[in-house]
Nanobody, 127 residues
Framework: QVQLVESGGGLVQPGGSLRLSCAAS????????IGWYRQAPGKEREFVAG???????NTAGSVKGRFTISGDIAKNTVYLQMNSLKPEDTAVYYC?????????????????????WGQGTQVTVSS
């Protein structure tokens, strides 16, 4: 069993920055991937960024150059640094972890999702 807790969300003005944290607990040694997803009202959940336990990373094209994923799964925490935020970045951001050994390439592209989710943290970009 793995538990994921997100933090760091909030209200920020356009152009501002936020750093989200995803803290994992439980059977950490079983995690091979942690990713960030987001879901805006009325839209489907979409992949934002991911990192594997060997520190390969990928970021979705819609946020590339503005968002950066970092951290170390073995040290229990993964971060999402979000810069130059736009109103369209407004969403609930979720942490997702895979413990089932899914293909890390698919996970890093958001084609597959892991088996554990956090409760989400709200990010609102507005003036």
């Amino acid at each position: 069993q793995v538990q994921l807790v997100e933090s760091g969300g909030g209200l920020v003005q356009p152009g501002g920055s936020l750093r989200l944290s995803c803290a994992a607990s439980g059977s950490i040694f079983t995690i091979n991937f942690i990713g960030w997803y987001r879901q805006a009202p009325g839209k489907e959940r979409e992949f934002v960024a991911g990192i594997t336990n060997n520190k390969s990373t990928n970021t979705a094209g819609s946020v590339k150059g503005r968002f950066t994923i970092s951290g170390d799964i073995a040290k229990n925490t993964v971060y999402l640094q979000m810069n130059s935020l736009k109103p369209e970045d407004t969403a609930v951001y979720y942490c997702n972890a895979d413990t089932a050994g899914r293909d890390r390439g698919w996970l890093l592209r958001g084609v597959q999702q892991g088996d554990y989710w956090g409760q989400g943290t709200q990010v609102t970009v507005s003036s």
